[in-house]
């Protein structure tokens, strides 16, 4: 298979990034999104080779809504996993990817906890579509303790 590398040590393999936004893509179907209508999916890989899956809730109130990407992150951390390899987010209006769906900077600043600068996000259209970056190039100086 051929490989998608971002980062001499990091790598993926084309099967695992289509398998990766196969599983975001499937997760559109969950999200609870009764304001905006704007569906979002997620699957974050672990280094152990778990997929932990997510997709937005949201609430009336709005700030207890909870975006795919943390969703995915804290259902892994909840079951003890912290290091991450890569996670692949999809969304669009009306669960219809249209464009890239980059996560927000909330979700930006929990994957910088929890992953190492060279993390890979995948940001997909379709299985045949889609980008890799690294996590510093999507949040450069990130805040930490």
Known sequence: MQSCRQEDNMELREETVRDLISKATKMLEY???????????AALLAKNGTVYTGCNIENAAYGPSNCAERTAVFKAVSEGVKDFQAIAVVGGPDGKIKDFCPPCGVCRQVLAEF?????????AKSQEEYKIFRLEELLPESFSL
């Open 115 to 123: 992953c190492s600068k060279d993390f890979l996000v995948i940001l």
């Open 31 to 41: 999200s609870y999104v009764p304001y905006s209508h704007f569906h979002v999916g």
